[in-house]
């Protein structure tokens, strides 16, 4: 990914794929929007801390 470039779900699907979120990697934090309402500002998180959850959120998903 780009940094600053914002990359779509891989979960968003076909049909309706506006329902999702997109990230941007922000070099030392990840920026997290959601894609409904992209005008919102985005939530960031650590990139370390980040990594942490998704690690965390596809192992519970197993």
């Known amino acids: ?10 979960y968003s699907g076909s049909g309706d794929g506006n329902n ?5 990697d922000l ?6 929007r959601d894609t409904k309402d ?3 500002t985005p939530l960031s998180f650590p990139t370390d801390v980040f990594t ?3 690690t965390n959120l596809k192992a ?3």
Do not use: D, N, Y
Request: net charge positive; proline share 3%; hydrophobic share 35%.
């Open 38 to 40: 992209r005008s919102r």
């Open 27 to 32: 070099h030392t934090r990840v920026a997290v």
């Open 60 to 62: 519970s998903t197993r």
């Open 20 to 24: 999702c979120v997109e990230i941007a």
């Open 1 to 10: 990914m780009t940094p600053g470039t914002w990359q779509k779900s891989s």
């Open 52 to 54: 942490t959850f998704i």
